[in-house]
């Protein structure tokens, strides 16, 4: 008996490495007429590496110290910038303390209790902003000028320095104050380009950029892939948001991405793909298809699979 199309259309989009989950979900790869591409580990290769560590003079730590607090804090998480970091510390063969209490913020950072310190690690402007709403709470308690809006100065300027440069700016924080920012380096996908000139083919529009990253590196990025819609600083639900303005516009969307921060807007897409080397569990498990071989061309490969097989359905 020969496979009804769909079912034949999954088959062969499995031998190209990618795990198309349903018949529906085959489908809507073909349906799409819009496309949104998170940034870190989907349009980037997700494997991004420390490239400046800068602890502020102003709290005492070393470079060794404040990788160490930084690592540590980072160890349990599986998102790519927290990989960046703990394969920094042990380049440098640093030991890492055992840590407790660990959280993570999707789209913001990380907090854990290391060797008695609070240690936050994450998005710079997200972390400094809940620093200063801590401080206005102690306010009373405290003299206002203790908390350092010197220190800030020096932190925003630092940022703006490794962001210039197309870097992840990462800040530590211990005990609520800043202790140093890492830069951080990824590489776009040596496919990134021809994936996003093929999705404009097919789609008829050109890709939009949600990231959680700053609007500096974004922006630097998306030039060299050639993506011009660009949304930065975005956390999981303004993603959604972002999914559903583009939907407003009668628009079926497909959203492409990899972390615990894409899940939210990979189940409100129309589809969602994973991609499935980096990316994280939940990610994997909303997604309605995952590109099991590490290659960002299978997906508008995979939209073409599917136009051809419901053009056999119909
Ligand atoms: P993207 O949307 O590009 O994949 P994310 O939303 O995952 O990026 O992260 C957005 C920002 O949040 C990062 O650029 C970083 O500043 C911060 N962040 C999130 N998780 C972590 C973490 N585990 N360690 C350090 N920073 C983090
Ligand atoms: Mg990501």
Redesign the pocket.
């Known amino acids: 008996a020969t496979m009804p199309p769909l079912l034949s259309a999954i088959a062969n989009a499995g031998r190209h490495g990618v795990l198309v989950k349903s018949a529906v979900a085959m489908e809507r790869l073909g349906q799409i007429d819009a496309v949104a591409l998170?940034?870190?580990?989907?349009l980037t290769e997700g494997t991004p590496r420390v490239v400046d560590v800068r602890p502020l003079r102003e709290r005492g730590l070393d470079e060794v110290e404040l990788l160490t607090f930084a690592a540590a804090a980072?160890h349990p998480?599986e998102?790519p910038?927290?990989r960046a970091?703990v394969d920094a510390a042990r380049e440098r063969g640093l030991d890492l303390p055992a840590t407790e209490g660990f959280t993570?913020a999707?789209?913001?950072?990380?907090m854990a209790v290391v060797g008695g310190r609070t240690v936050q690690?994450?998005?710079?402007a997200?972390l400094l902003a809940e620093a200063e709403a801590e401080v206005e709470v102690e306010v009373e308690a405290k003299c206002a000028a203790d908390a350092g809006g010197d220190t800030d100065g020096v932190v925003a300027a630092l940022v703006r320095e490794l962001e210039e440069s197309g870097r992840?700016a990462?800040l530590v924080v211990v005990d609520g104050t800043p202790a140093g920012v890492l830069g951080i380096a990824d590489r776009l996908r040596p496919d990134a380009a021809a994936t996003v000139a093929a999705l404009t083919v097919l789609t008829g529009t050109a890709p939009t950029l949600?990231?959680?990253?700053?609007p500096r590196a974004a922006a630097r990025l998306a030039a060299e892939a050639g993506v011009e819609d660009v949304r930065a600083g975005?956390l999981?639900q303004e993603k959604v948001g972002a999914v559903r303005e583009l939907e407003g516009a009668g628009r079926r969307v497909m959203v492409v991405?990899?972390?615990v921060?894409?899940a939210p807007a990979l189940a409100a897409a129309h589809i969602g793909v994973a991609m499935g080397r980096a990316g994280s569990d939940l990610a994997l498990e909303t997604a309605d298809a995952v590109i099991v071989r590490d290659e960002l061309v299978a997906v508008p490969a995979t939209v073409a699979l599917s136009r051809r097989a419901r053009e056999l359905v119909v």
């Open positions: 998170d940034k870190t580990g989907t980072e998480s998102h910038l927290a970091v993570s999707p789209g913001i950072g990380v690690v994450g998005a710079p997200r992840s990462v949600l990231t959680g990253d700053n975005l999981p991405g990899d972390g921060n894409d």
